[in-house]
C-alpha cells in the first residue's frame, strides 16, 4: 500500500495551504463574531475549482479525486472549520446529490452554475421532528398536474439562506415509510418556498445555517431526482460520502490544533522553561500527532477505497467516527496547554473548541456511525 501523496495531490495541497493561509486566516475572526457569510472568499474558491471539485469539466467541475477532497477540506479546515463546511457540504452534499442521481437534462441544468461556484447549493434533509431518524420527516409533495405541491420545512440547513438552488427530501407516498420518499431540485424563486430564521450558533458561525420553508410550494415535476420513492436510498448513498468530508473537517481542526499547542507550548515559559520541556505537555503533544496521523490516514484510506469504486461505507463511518471524536479530544487538549488563554478569542484555540463539537453531530452523529459499523461487522463476522 502506497502511503504517499502524489505529484498531484502534492499540487493542489500546496495551493489549498496557500490560499487558507493568505486568505483565509486573517479574516476568521471577523466573519465567526459576525456570523457574516464571506461571500467573497466563496467566490474565490469557485474560481480555484474548489466548489466544483468532483465534478467533469464539461459541467465546469475541476474534475479531481475524493483524496483530492479530502486534501482542500482538511487545508481549509485547518484556516476555518466553517469555511470548510461550506466547501464539503456545497461539493458533498447538494451538488453530488444532483450529479450522482439526476438525469442528463437537470445535471446540464444545475450543475455548471454549483461547480463554477456561481450559485451556491444547499441539501434539505433535516426537519425539527427528524435528525437521525430521517424517514420520521413530515414534509409532503403532492403530484398535481406538471407541478409537485410540497409543504413542510427543513431545519439546520447548510447553505440555507445562501444557496440557489437546493436538494430536497418530502414523502410522495406516507404509507411506504422510507421507499415513499423522493428527492426534488428547488430554486429560490419558486412559488411558496422561503427561508426562515437563521441560526446563532455555537460555532461554526460564519457556515451559513437556516431554516428552509416550503408552503405550498410549487416545484416542477422534471425537477424529480430519478423516480418518487428513490429520494432517501440517494440520501443514505450521499451522507455515505459526506462522511469522508467530514473526517477531513475533522482532520483539518484536528492539525489546527496541535500545530498551535506546539507552536505556543515552544513560546510559553513556566518555572524558568518552555512548556515543551515538560513531560506532562510533551505526552499531550505526542498523543495528539499519533492520533491526527490514525485519523488522516483513515480518512485517505476512505477516500481512495471510494476513487477505486470500492464498498467505502464501513470505511467512510469509521474515518468520520474516529476523526470527529480525536479532533474534539485535541481541542480539549489545546486548550489546557493554552491555559487561560486558550480560553480568550486571541488565541485561535479557542475558536477550534466551538467549531469542532459539529463534527461528532453533522453527516451522522458519533452513535449513529457505531451503530453502522456494529451492524456491518456482525454482517462481516
Known sequence: MDFNLTDSNKEIQKLARDFAQNRIVPEVMKFDETSEFPWELAKELGNMGFLGILFPEELEGANLTTVDYAIIVEEISKADPSLGLTVASHNGLCTNHIYMFSNEELKKKYIPDLASGRKLGAWGLTENVSGSDAAGMHTTAVRKGDHY?????????????????????????????????????????????????????????????????????????????????????????????????????????????????????????????????????????????????????????????????????????LAKYYASEIATKATGEAIQIHGGYGFIKEFPVEKLYRDVKLTTIGEGTSEVQKMIMARMLVEMY
Open 149 to 317: 405541491i410540497v409543504n413542510g420545512s427543513k431545519s439546520f440547513i447548510t447553505q440555507g439562506g445562501v444557496g440557489e438552488t437546493a436538494v430536497v427530501t418530502a414523502y410522495t407516498d406516507k404509507s411506504k415509510g422510507s421507499k415513499g420518499i423522493s428527492a426534488f431540485i428547488a430554486e429560490k424563486g419558486f412559488e411558496g418556498f422561503s427561508v426562515g430564521k437563521k441560526e446563532n450558533k455555537l460555532g461554526m458561525r460564519s457556515s451559513d445555517t437556516c431554516e428552509l420553508i416550503f408552503d405550498n410550494c410549487k416545484i416542477p415535476a422534471e425537477n424529480l431526482i430519478g423516480k418518487e420513492g428513490e429520494g432517501f436510498k440517494q440520501s443514505m448513498t450521499i451522507l455515505d460520502g459526506g462522511r469522508i468530508s467530514i473526517a477531513a473537517l475533522s482532520v483539518g481542526i484536528a492539525q489546527a490544533a496541535l500545530e498551535h499547542s506546539i507552536k505556543y507550548a515552544k513560546q510559553r515559559k513556566q518555572f524558568g522553561k518552555a512548556l515543551a520541556e515538560f513531560q506532562g505537555i510533551q505526552f499531550k503533544i505526542a498523543d495528539m500527532a499519533t492520533e491526527v496521523e490514525a485519523a488522516r490516514l483513515l480518512t485517505y484510506k476512505a477516500a481512495k477505497m471510494k476513487d477505486e469504486g470500492k464498498d467505502f461505507k464501513f470505511a467512510a463511518s
